[in-house]
């Protein structure tokens, strides 16, 4: 794994714990050992690169002599979890999904990586997902410091298809969830627009040019939101509005007595 990849993942981990017990940490990252006997000196150029940058800037995770491994170990870069990332966030379902069909099939196929490779990328995937989530305030709805976990512990390749399907699963209801949100937040956005029409709906002048203007609105513009929102045109509704409260008129006004003296 190279040590960009390695970089997001302590990110990840350190996101996760954060939100999870509040604990943050350091981290200084070498390049690889490839002797035991190598391991100490590694060790004590960590801790020294550890206390000049803990001094010098308030950077948490680094690497540490700044080497950097010429293995690139699976595709899963800035780009595409900045792309996963926007379709999650504006509830782009098919596209999310879409995305990492995309991932997984090149990973998996093409590449062919590794069952290691495969665990890391799945645990890379699930920091997006726990990225996107704060980003939404949507953690205590989905519980992904476990799927986290879940896939750092794993054992087997049927395990990480499992947290492969159950990642899948958190996309598609994380962007339902954000369209249900958005839908909530436009309906209370509108609820003016249907109060201003059911007070002035008696005006012969009401139309949809005038509640545009009133509302700051393109009349084109108006009746497209409008009937996204409510699901039918404005005009329509105006017309509708209209004739249930002459039905409404009509039921409910008593008649006139009728006089005796010509019954």
């Known amino acids: 794994v190279d040590t960009a990849c390695i970089v997001r993942m302590a990110q990840n981990l350190r996101l996760m714990l954060n939100t999870e017990t509040g604990v ?27 206390n000049r940058v803990f001094l010098e800037t ?16 699976y595709d899963y870069d800035i780009d595409t979890e900045k792309k996963l990332m926007n379709n999650l966030v504006s509830g782009n379902e098919a596209e999310a999904v879409a995305l990492m069909d995309r991932v997984f099939d090149y990973n998996i196929n093409v590449m062919k990586i590794s069952f290691s490779l495969f665990k890391v990328l799945l645990v890379e995937i699930t920091g997006t997902l726990l990225k996107a989530a704060l980003q939404e305030n949507k953690t205590a709805e989905f519980d992904l ?27 598609v209801d994380f962007c339902r969830s954000v369209r249900e949100n958005e839908k909530s937040r436009s309906a209370k956005n509108y609820a003016p627009i249907r109060a201003y029409i059911d007070a002035h709906y008696t005006n012969p002048d009401l139309n949809v040019n005038m509640i545009a203007e009133v509302f700051g609105y393109t009349p084109s ?33 008593s008649p006139s007595p009728r006089d005796p003296k010509t019954s």
Do not use: P, W
Request: hydrophobic share 40%.
């Open 221 to 253: 513009h108006m009746s497209r939101l409008f009937k996204e929102q409510f699901g039918e045109g404005l005009a329509d509704y105006i017309v509708k509005l209209r004739m249930k409260k002459a039905k409404d008129c009509l039921l409910y006004t």
């Open 145 to 171: 410091n476990a799927l986290y976990i879940g896939a750092l512990n794993c054992t087997n390749t049927a395990g990480l298809h499992e947290i492969k399907e159950q990642i899948y699963r958190v996309i």
């Open 58 to 73: 308030d950077k948490a995770i680094f690497t540490s002599g700044a080497h950097e491994s010429e293995s690139g170990g």
């Open 24 to 50: 943050d940490f350091v981290c200084a990252i070498s390049h690889s050992a490839g002797e035991a006997s190598e391991l100490a000196a590694l060790y004590t150029e960590a801790m020294e690169d550890i």
